[in-house]
């Protein structure tokens, strides 16, 4: 039995920040890649980060230099630390989970959780 949660959406400004947790159940999450995305209305499904097995990180151009992904093992979570966020950062964001390795394609992860939505608004 395997369950992924996001935590930690809202609302916020323009220019503010906002930490995302993702926490696990049923799996270790340092053995696998946690993935990113986020939906807004109208647009497709992007990937905005990842964080692998191994530690290898990736950003997607639009936030590189304002997102951090990070792992803390001792509590199971992947946290994306969002900073100098924009009004186009409006959207759903998921975090999905898949053995070791990184991949662009959500339809590469096998478990996801709910979502946690973000709006930058003033």
């Known amino acids: 039995q395997v369950q992924v949660v996001e935590s930690g959406g809202g609302l916020v400004q323009p220019g503010g920040s906002l930490r995302l947790s993702c926490t696990a159940s049923g799996i270790t999450l340092d053995h696998y890649a946690i993935g990113w995305f986020r939906q807004a209305p109208g647009k497709e499904r992007e990937r905005v980060s990842c964080?692998?097995?191994?530690?290898?990180?990736a950003y997607s151009d639009s936030v590189k230099g304002r997102f951090t992904i990070s792992r803390d093992n001792a509590k199971n979570t992947v946290s994306l630390q969002m900073n100098t966020l924009k009004p186009e950062d409006t959207a759903l964001y998921y975090c999905?989970?898949?053995?070791?390795?990184?991949?662009?394609?959500?339809?590469?992860?096998?478990?996801w959780g709910q979502g946690t939505r973000v709006t930058v608004s003033s």
């Open positions: 964080i692998s097995g191994t530690g290898y990180t």
């Open positions: 999905a989970a898949r053995p070791t390795f990184c991949s662009v394609s959500g339809k590469d992860y096998d478990y």
